[in-house]
Every structure is written in structure tokens, then in C-alpha cells.
């Protein structure tokens, strides 16, 4: 189980990472001089946001109400969580394929087409929903129910089994 010590360490952690996305996310365009740099950052922010993932998950399964086999129930409860988590990894990592294709055959001019822009709002749109929808997870997940036996788990367990 998770203790309240080893929860406000995963805790910081995601925090971090989530941090971080949204320094690359904020500075990569200026950060782009020699190529090598941002690809670099795109690199380290991908590699972020999947072990943000894996730590999402690794508290999602640690929880008593995954171990008592009601992962419908957590499904369920975050299930948006982890869809955009799914989401903004794709996006994220097509437009950094993207734009380092472009920057690496023709660094000093104009790489912005549309396909490129729109992909670039829709990654920073849903980067938005991700921040929100992950943080709200992340400190949800420090909520005791999920961690002991209780009357509404009893009242999940009783419903799921008919």
C-alpha cells in the first residue's frame, strides 16, 4: 500500500514531470537553434510523459481497490485520465517527428504549414486537458478509500457481482 510519506514523494515526482512538459512545451520553440537541442527536448519530454504514465499507473494498481479486482472501477473513474494520457503522448510525439523533420532538412526558414499549425494548437489543447485531467487524478489518488476496505467498495463489489 501506499503509504502517506511515499505519496508525497510519487506525488512530487509527477508534479516534476508534469513541470517540465510544460517548460518544454512553453520554451522548445525558442530553444531551437541547432536542431540537435530541441531534439533533445523532445526526446526528454516524450520519455516525461511516459514514465508520468507508468507512475499514473503504477498508483492506479497499487491501490486495494485494484487488488480486490474491481479494475472496472477504476476504469471507470479515470478513464479520461488515462485516455488523454494516450492522446497527448500520440500527439506529442507526431509533432516532434514533424517538426524535426522539417527543421532538420531546412533549419533557417519557414517550416509553419497548416497541417503543422493545426497539429500544434490540438497538441497544445489537449496538453491543457492532460495537466488538468492528470493532476486531478494524481491528487484524487491520495484519497484512503482506494486504499483500505470500506461500505462504498463493499456497495461497488456487491453491485459488480450481481
Not at 520519455?47 to 477504476?74: E, K, R, Y
Not at 507526431?94 to 499549425?117: E, I, P, Y
Amino acid at each position: 500500500m501506499l503509504q502517506p510519506g511515499n505519496y508525497s514523494l510519487v506525488l512530487s515526482l509527477q508534479f516534476l514531470l508534469l513541470l517540465f512538459d510544460l517548460f518544454v512545451n512553453s520554451f522548445s520553440e525558442l530553444l531551437r537553434d541547432p536542431p540537435v537541442n530541441q531534439l533533445v527536448l523532445f526526446i526528454l519530454q516524450d520519455v516525461g510523459i511516459l514514465f508520468a504514465a507508468i507512475v499514473l499507473f503504477l498508483m492506479l494498481f497499487n491501490t486495494f481497490v485494484f487488488q480486490a479486482g474491481l479494475v472496472s472501477l477504476l476504469c471507470q473513474r479515470f478513464q479520461v485520465t488515462v485516455i488523454l494520457c494516450a492522446v497527448y503522448i500520440a500527439l506529442s510525439i507526431s509533432l516532434h517527428v514533424w517538426l524535426m523533420n522539417l527543421r532538420w532538412t531546412g533549419a533557417n526558414r519557414f517550416v509553419w504549414s497548416d497541417g503543422l499549425l493545426a497539429l500544434f494548437v490540438l497538441q497544445r489543447f489537449v496538453a491543457v486537458l492532460y495537466f488538468y485531467y492528470y493532476k486531478r487524478t494524481a491528487l484524487s489518488m491520495g484519497d484512503s478509500r482506494f486504499y483500505h476496505d470500506s461500505l462504498w467498495l463493499r456497495k461497488e463489489f456487491a453491485r459488480v457481482r450481481g
